[in-house]
């Protein structure tokens, strides 16, 4: 049987029925499904299931893996795709809960090939469920409960039956001691990923019986834990990891990184950055006992870097392939070092390090010419020579970060869009740049991403030329440009059908004639529209028509949308899984027929809603409560609305987020 791997599917069993012809009579199976895995497109493969029968039962039993936005198609998806389902991603079905949780298990009953669940933030889902999980899946090798607030020791002991587990992300679990780590490492010996960041009661206990228990471990996740230079001696005792992050880790210092000087050079990637308590000669030891490192993160830790630190970096000379130094003090000179002692980086982070130069940038590139992503974030002493001297040695770069370099200017850009054609990423937010730096960038037909934030001078001109040649482009941020007007979006839309995510944030010359353009964007995922003073609800129902895949919208400080605009969202938009509408111009029945309506609607932001009276806030929570997981409410609402109420949102695991934030005009 051929295996297909299958990409996200949003679930829906609203479909036409397919056509009464049956190519599986002259088709085997197999041989259709070989023809659906050739099919890039999702919605394409889709489109597929509808031309037979044949080609409907060859997805049926070859899907793969099965992504479900919605909780009222998830038993019924189940039982359809049980066959060979593998891999299921509920992180983005609102309301599921034990109950809902363990039905749709049972849909599958005797049939279940699951091998990796992911339940990220369904708060709702707790011991009981798991337990279904692992009765009703013995094949069971990953389980994501990452975000899961609530999840705690009880929900660890059941996944502890899972012995045939292998990887399981617990981040930010925040009822997590060291009782429930305990379980899985005595359950789970087998372990080889784990991920515990932010479990903030887990102690050295916790991790010491860990590294007893698993000792297959490979990546270990232990950021902003607790710990003490102890679990650092433990972790060491791991012969095969391989990947360790542990970021923030505050009580861990030089004496603890000496630990891991002394182990069997297993180590290919460890991220010590914000560990406030070491320095220099803790990091040393790190690659003087690591020699086959290939990624190094050391960033945000303190000040200055030793000499010692960088010439050590010759020991890796071999093997290191990135290197992050975010937040420090790195002259030309120790650029040049790593230039001569790590020439087959692929990827250099400097991101606020004020004091890097031209003559540093030079000196790096000139033998690291391997580079592909360059982050220059803040690096506020760049001028055009750093650009010249990238684009005349970097040939293969495909991302450039440069966020608030404010000396570079047109002309610097000029040569990385004639020298670096691979680039698909650049960043160039709060930089001194015109149109005719787009002109430069257009060259690259290979971007995906072009960031413009701030970036006063950029007018419909620039945007009409990306157009006409990045038509592979899927982000971009347009903050504050505020010269760009209808026209300007006209091109994009024309011209970059792809763009999944569009930021136009305060480009306050944009109208409703703008957004008739942006709904042609049939792609389009994520769309900001923060404080466009001139759209009204006209404008939004079209987005909301044109714009059916969309998913996370913000319309904060929209001041002319009203009702209007929510109606249509609630009737088109039923994938819209994020909204903000603080300071907008809604009632409470716009706001009640939203939260009620929209299936998928996980997160709201409701601000300075001064049309809707508090008896519409309580009747609109009541109705989205089970599905909604984070929320923003002025602080003034929270001793107005029923106890009983916000006792509900926090039991199905609703992080609210009380503000306090006097009503402002639109600045």
């Known amino acids: 049987m051929v295996s297909v791997p299958r990409g996200d599917a949003e679930a829906t069993m609203n479909r036409p029925r397919p056509c009464d012809s049956d190519m599986s009579t002259v088709f085997s199976l197999d041989l259709l499904a070989n023809i659906l895995d050739r099919v890039s497109d999702p919605r394409d493969r889709k489109s597929c299931r509808l031309v037979c029968h ?46 809902a949780f363990s039905a749709a298990l049972a849909a599958g009953a005797g049939q279940w090939r699951l091998r990796s669940v992911s339940l990220s933030r369904a708060s709702g889902v707790g011991w009981r469920g798991l337990a279904a999980l692992v009765d009703a899946c013995p094949r069971l ?26 990887e399981l992300r617990l981040d930010k679990c925040l009822g997590l001691t060291d009782v429930g780590l305990a379980k899985v490492a005595v359950g789970c010996a087998g372990l080889e990923k784990l991920g515990i960041k932010w479990c903030l009661e887990i102690s050295d206990i916790g991790i010491d019986l860990l590294a007893k228990k698993c000792q297959d471990l490979k990546e270990l996740d ?28 505050s009580f861990v210092d030089d004496e ?16 010590i950055s914000r560990c406030e308590n070491v320095t220099s000669s803790g990091l040393t030891s790190v690659i003087e006992g690591n020699s086959g490192l290939q990624k190094l993160n050391v960033g945000d830790c303190f000040p200055e870097l030793a000499s010692l630190f960088f010439s050590k970096l010759n020991d890796l000379k071999d093997s290191l392939t990135v290197l992050k130094l975010d937040g420090f003090q790195v002259s030309a000179s120790s650029l040049k070092i790593i230039g001569l ?57 495909r991302c450039l970060r440069l966020e608030s370099c404010n000396l570079i200017t047109d002309k610097g850009l000029e040569c990385i ?35 413009l934030g701030l970036c006063y001078m950029i007018s419909d001109e620039g945007l009409v030329l990306l157009a006409s040649n990045c038509k592979k482009l899927r982000e971009l941020d347009l903050y504050r440009c505020v010269e760009i007007t209808d026209d300007g979006l006209a091109a994009i839309a024309a011209g970059c059908k792809k763009i999944q995510k569009l930021n136009l944030c305060y480009c306050t010359k944009i109208t409703d004639g703008g957004l008739r353009h942006v709904s042609r964007l049939e792609e389009l995922r994520d769309l900001e529209l923060r404080g466009l003073c001139h759209v009204t609800s006209s404008g939004i129902a079209k987005i909301a028509m044109g714009c059916r895949h ?51 609607l996980q997160d709201v932001k409701l601000v300075h809603l001064s049309l809707v009276p508090i008896e519409w806030f309580e009747i609109a929570l009541r109705a989205s409560y089970e599905k909604l997981k984070k929320l923003k409410l002025l602080i003034g609402l929270r001793n107005l609305l029923s106890p009983l109420l916000i006792e509900k949102l926090h039991s199905r695991g609703c992080r609210i987020r009380w503000v306090e934030k006097p009503f402002a005009a639109r600045r």
Do not use: W
């Not at 630990?259 to 991220?271: A, C, D, G, Q």
């Open 141 to 166: 090798e990953a389980v994501d409960l990452s975000h899961c607030v609530g999840v705690g020791d009880r929900e660890a002991a059941a996944l502890a039956n899972a012995a045939g587990l292998r």
């Open 54 to 99: 044949g080609f409907l039962r060859a997805e049926e039993i070859h899907r793969r893996s099965l992504r479900v936005l919605r909780l009222e198609v998830l038993p019924g998806l189940l039982r359809r795709y049980a066959a060979g389902l593998e891999c299921l991603d509920l992180s983005a079905c609102p309301a599921l809960d034990d109950r």
């Open 417 to 451: 869009g004639t020298c670096c054609s691979s680039l698909e990423e650049i960043d160039l937010t709060d930089c001194s740049l015109s149109s005719t730096a787009m002109k430069y960038l257009s060259q690259c037909s290979k971007l995906v991403v072009l960031k």
């Open 222 to 249: 232990i950021s902003y834990l607790k710990i003490s230079n102890r679990s650092i001696n433990s972790i060491s005792s791991l012969g095969k990891l391989e990947v360790l992050n542990m970021v923030g880790c």
């Open 256 to 271: 603890g990184l000496q630990f891991l000087k002394h182990r069997n050079n297993s180590l290919r990637s460890i991220n």
């Open 550 to 600: 969309l998913s996370e919208l913000d319309l904060k400080r929209c001041n002319l949308v009203d009702d209007g605009g929510l109606f249509a969202l609630a009737q088109y938009t039923e994938n819209l899984r994020q909204i903000n509408i603080s300071y907008c111009s809604i009632s409470g029945t716009g706001l009640c027929m939203l939260l009620g309506t929209l299936k998928c």
């Open 341 to 397: 002692n790590c020439k087959n980086l692929a990827k250099i982070g400097l991101s606020k390090c004020q004091s890097v130069t031209d003559e540093g940038i030079f000196e790096l590139v000139a033998n690291c010419v391997h580079l592909t992503t360059i982050d220059l974030t803040c690096c506020h002493l760049l001028t055009d020579r750093a650009l010249i001297s990238i684009g005349d040695q970097c040939k293969k770069l």
